[in-house]
């Protein structure tokens, strides 16, 4: 508990122990009236200073201004002990409120706990602790094992495995070396490092994550926005039907009851109906159920940037992806190597050597499957043809590597080939030698993650892709997805997006998964645009509305799973708030509910609402 916290349940048992005392006292009368004073001014003098400010300030209608008039009122007709009780149990109800709200936030604050203390900078031989603000960017900083790593940035000396759980809920470690980018958030599990800042931690990962979050409650869903709207219309409805209550039903005994009023027993009903009616059970619970759910999301590494994202997510009926970098790793790879004449660890070496000098992402992947060092002194006569390929001298052997069209200029004939895949085919001396097969492969939870979705109710998978259609078309067949559309631009995959949701029924939602950085404007127009291989970038979580922090499409269902859970809570808090108090208003209203059914009806609620609200933080994987 707070110090604040720990006051008011210091004045709660100051209260209890006081009505404890005085029930007991054999006294009677004004004494005792005005002794009972005491204990209520300890418990309510918040809550009447609130009501009074309410006031002054023209926001009247709330529920300071309704436990206020409520118990004032009741002690003013003589029932001391049940005034003080209502305002006492009113009381726990907010502490055990506070305490709930103050867990979520201890939870999420945990598991997201992920901004650094301080920077290490080398000065002098030795190192000095600073703050992260004030390191400016290209500064060299020191990270020692069991650190955070406090601004983004590229490793220069040292190699460490880094717990990326903070950020992403993945407990596997990730291994970093010499050149390697990190970033904020991170925890450097068991080597010294030095890293050079590229950013000014401001505008590192640790801070936009952090700013994402604290502010995701500022983008209200729509139950929460209704219920802001209801408790406005419903709060000054109770008053009047309370000032009602305590006038129509008298004045009418008044006339036809020859004269005789009960004006005390029908205006003490109006006071229990004014506590039944405090709305606190809804305008609590629900913006703390949203809460819970975008914690539990984030502890998961998924950061859901408002509660209308959360919402919008349980009524998912098309999901979209894109290609590369979203369901495939988007780092080209060899998957099959088809020698002639050689032997394939010989095709390789050739392969490799000839694209020794390319930075092309195909001739990265040559050289990476070959997994020796080059010794370039053995290559020459280097010559890069266009759209086709190279050809080089390598130790005195004439190599082409490139594709089909490179070999029909070089007049060498090759197999025929309909593989999915970029082709490199290879030619020694002039005589063909084989034929490597490059593909950018699925990542390992691709297909889980469209069975899943499907298991989940979505009713149409589409992928949109830049890719050529023989490729697009392997790929889709992997994943099984509904739909497949190959060789679009950016603005035609947004032409697509526009068609797909004039296809969305009444109820339905439109969700986009893309990389976050070419696939900014399909983002922006789907109801939800989900940002996938966003660990570090920027940009993908400036352009999506929910970011997977991990790079795993199969967490776009989890990400559903907790959106849908999170909506029966809300759902559940209404309904019940709404039948119990509706149920006890009538029952108030005809004198069968007393002030202590009055108590239940708010506090009583409240607490199970709240205790309800809390179940969204604890949300499997």
Wanted: charged letters at 20%; hydrophobic letters at 50%.
């Amino acid at each position: 508990m707070n110090k604040k916290q720990k006051r008011v349940l210091l004045r709660i048992i100051i209260t209890a122990v006081l009505m404890a005392v005085l029930t007991v006292l054999p006294i009677d009368g004004r004494i005792k009236t005005v002794l009972y004073l005491v204990p209520y001014m300890v418990i309510g003098y918040d809550i009447l200073r609130k009501a009074f400010l309410g006031m002054i300030h023209g926001q009247v209608f709330d529920e300071n201004f309704l436990m206020a008039i409520a118990t004032v009122g009741a002690i003013g007709i003589g029932e001391m002990f049940e005034g003080v009780a209502v305002m006492l149990f009113y009381q726990i109800g907010e502490l055990f409120q506070s305490c709930a709200v103050g867990r979520s936030r201890r939870n999420i604050t945990a598991l997201m706990d992920i901004r650094p203390d301080y920077a290490n900078i080398e000065q002098d031989g030795e190192l000095t602790q600073i703050d992260p603000d004030e390191v400016p960017t290209g500064t060299v900083i020191v990270i020692k094992p069991g650190e955070k790593v406090p601004i983004d940035g590229v490793i220069i000396e040292g190699e460490t495995s880094l717990n990326t759980s903070a950020l992403t809920g993945e407990s596997i470690p990730r291994e970093a070396k010499q050149g390697d980018g990190v970033i904020s958030g991170c925890v450097n599990l068991n080597g010294l490092i030095r890293v050079r800042t590229t950013k000014e931690f401001g505008e590192s990962t640790v801070s936009k994550i952090l700013d994402l979050v604290e502010n995701s409650s500022m983008k209200k869903s729509r139950s929460e926005n209704f219920i802001t709207r209801f408790a406005k219309i419903y709060t000054p409805a109770v008053c009047l039907g309370a000032v009602l209550l305590a006038i129509v039903p008298p004045f009418i005994q008044l006339l036809f009851g020859g004269g005789n009023a009960d004006w005390l027993v029908w205006f003490t009903r109006a006071l229990t109906f004014l506590v039944i009616s405090c709305p606190c059970a809804l305008v609590i619970s629900i913006p703390l159920s949203f809460f819970g759910g975008i914690g539990g999301a984030s502890a998961r590494g998924i950061l859901v940037k408002g509660s209308n994202y959360l919402e919008a997510l349980a009524r998912t009926g098309i999901v979209v992806f894109d290609k590369t970098g979203t369901m495939t790793k988007g780092v080209f790879e060899v998957v099959s190597v088809k020698a002639q004449g050689v032997s394939d660890e010989m095709l390789l070496h050739y392969a490799a050597y000839a694209e020794s000098y390319s930075t092309h992402p195909i001739a990265e992947s040559l050289r990476r499957a070959y997994g020796k060092s080059i010794d370039t002194a053995l290559v020459s006569e280097v010559e890069e043809i266009s759209g086709h390929g190279i050809t080089a001298n390598i130790d005195g052997k004439t190599v082409a590597a490139g594709n089909r069209r490179l070999m029909e200029r070089l007049h060498i004939s090759c197999a025929e080939s309909d593989a999915a895949g970029t082709e490199v085919h290879l030619a020694l001396d002039g005589s063909y030698i084989g034929c490597i097969l490059i593909a950018d492969v699925l990542k390992p939870t691709a297909a889980e993650a469209v069975r899943a979705l499907s298991a989940a109710g979505v009713r149409k998978t589409v992928m949109l892709t830049g890719d050529s259609e023989k490729a697009a078309t392997a790929i889709a067949a992997e994943l099984k997805v509904d739909e497949v559309k190959s060789g679009l631009l950016p603005g035609d995959k947004v032409d697509e997006v526009e068609r797909l949701l004039a296809e969305t029924g009444k109820n339905e939602k439109l969700v986009f998964v893309g990389d976050g950085i070419n696939d900014a404007p399909v983002l922006s127009r789907a109801d939800v645009g989900i940002a996938m291989g966003a660990l570090g970038s920027d940009a993908a979580i400036e352009a999506a509305d929910v970011v997977l922090m991990d790079d795993d499409p199969a967490k776009i269902a989890l990400a559903m799973r907790i959106s849908r859970k999170t909506l029966r809570i809300v759902y559940e808090n209404i309904v019940f708030a709404l039948a119990v108090k509706a149920l006890c208003l009538v029952l108030g209203a005809f004198g069968v509910a007393n002030m202590w059914w009055a108590i239940f009806a708010d506090v009583g609620v409240m607490v199970l609402a709240v205790l309800n609200a809390t179940r969204a933080l604890a949300i499997s994987k």
